[in-house]
């Protein structure tokens, strides 16, 4: 346990020494991932399904605050749509319109969490996200969960119903509308995801904000509990019974990444809680005091031992001070 406590103090030490060299690393290989990511699922337009564009935007990205990369990927993700249907397009763009209205609203602060939602709903583990979400943000919070949520379903709604969006026929113009449409209003799975991760986020939240001992621990742990039962009754109703592995297995991952979460940024003694109170002119107050667990750094003290100098006195000198003749010292 020391020793983790000992490479946790110097992981913030690092990040804190490089913090400005660490969050452009950190967005340049988020970037890569993202947009390989959207080109992947939605390559239609070759000019972008590229490596040097990739490279590019994740460049730009590196340099920019994270909202960038949120409005870059909306940007890619309509200009494939566009090369695929402009039906699929005009639906895309309402869409993130307003959840780009919803989010720069309400979230503006949680642009990772949007890319970050996007990214684990592409592996099939996103319920790491209202947990996380929970444990670190306000309610506020769950809206950046839902733009990453909505972006990559209709994606996916998109790619699986591809049939309806190829055909050459001008008369079908409203029939690829319609279908745009259906992808978005009529996809249960994606209400039920985002139903389950707002009443997970919402749980975890007031749990950890309460003052009993081991709050966070219980938050993710009842918070997990709930989006398992939730997201498995749903997927039986939906007759989605497939699903089920990938939802245990999302769980899982939530959690360990949870404890993770909760070592780093919310580790404490709860051997040691003190009670305080104290009171003013106008209020008595009760404080309850945990101290977090740390581990002192360990100062290296050097210390240099210089032999003492040799002093050579000379004959006449040395006859002086023993006050005797000066030839008796040969």
């Known amino acids: 346990m ?12 690092f990040y804190g020494k490089y913090e400005l060299y660490a969050a452009a690393g950190i967005k340049f290989m988020l970037g890569i991932l993202v947009f390989s990511m959207i080109n992947s699922q939605a390559g239609y337009m070759e ?25 870059l990927s909306c940007g890619l993700i309509l200009l494939h749509l566009y090369a695929l249907s402009l039906e699929a397009c005009a639906i895309g763009l309402g869409l993130f319109v307003l959840l780009l209205f919803l989010y720069g609203k309400f979230a503006p602060q949680n642009g990772y969490s949007v890319i970050l ?10 319920q790491v996200m209202p947990v996380a979400t929970g444990m670190l943000k306000g309610p506020s919070a769950y809206l950046s969960v839902v733009c990453g949520g909505a972006a990559y379903y209709y994606l996916r709604g998109v790619q699986e119903n ?14 690829k509308f319609t279908a745009a449409l259906k992808i978005f209003i009529g996809n249960k799975e994606m209400y039920l995801v985002l139903a389950a991760f707002f009443v997970t986020s919402m749980i975890v939240y007031l749990i950890r904000r309460q003052s009993i001992n081991y709050a966070w621990r219980i938050a993710l742990f009842v918070g997990n509990m709930a989006e398992l039962v939730i997201l498995m009754v749903g997927y039986i109703l939906l007759d989605m019974t497939d699903q089920a592995l990938w939802v245990l297995i999302g769980i899982v991952v939530s959690i360990v990444v949870s404890l993770v979460l909760e070592f780093f940024l919310y580790n404490l003694d709860y051997s040691r809680v003190e009670r305080v109170q104290f009171e003013d002119d106008e209020y008595y107050y009760f404080v309850k005091a945990v101290p977090k667990v740390f581990v002192s750094r360990k100062d290296k003290r050097v210390k240099r031992i210089t032999p003492k100098k040799r002093v050579t006195a000379g004959r006449r000198e040395l006859a002086e001070e023993l006050d005797i003749d000066e030839d008796l010292l040969d």
Do not use: D, H, Y
């Not at 020391?2 to 030490?13: A, H, S, V, W, Y």
């Not at 939602?117 to 996103?126: G, I, S």
């Open 162 to 175: 591809l049939v309806n969006f190829t055909s050459t026929e001008e008369t079908e113009a409203l029939a």
């Open 47 to 71: 000019q972008l399904n590229q490596l040097a564009v990739v490279l590019l935007l994740s460049l730009v990205c590196a340099f920019l605050p994270v909202n960038a990369m949120v409005v």
């Open 2 to 13: 020391t020793g983790l406590l000992e490479l946790r103090e110097k992981l913030r030490i």
């Open 117 to 126: 939602t996007a990214v684990l709903c592409f592996f099939r583990v996103p």
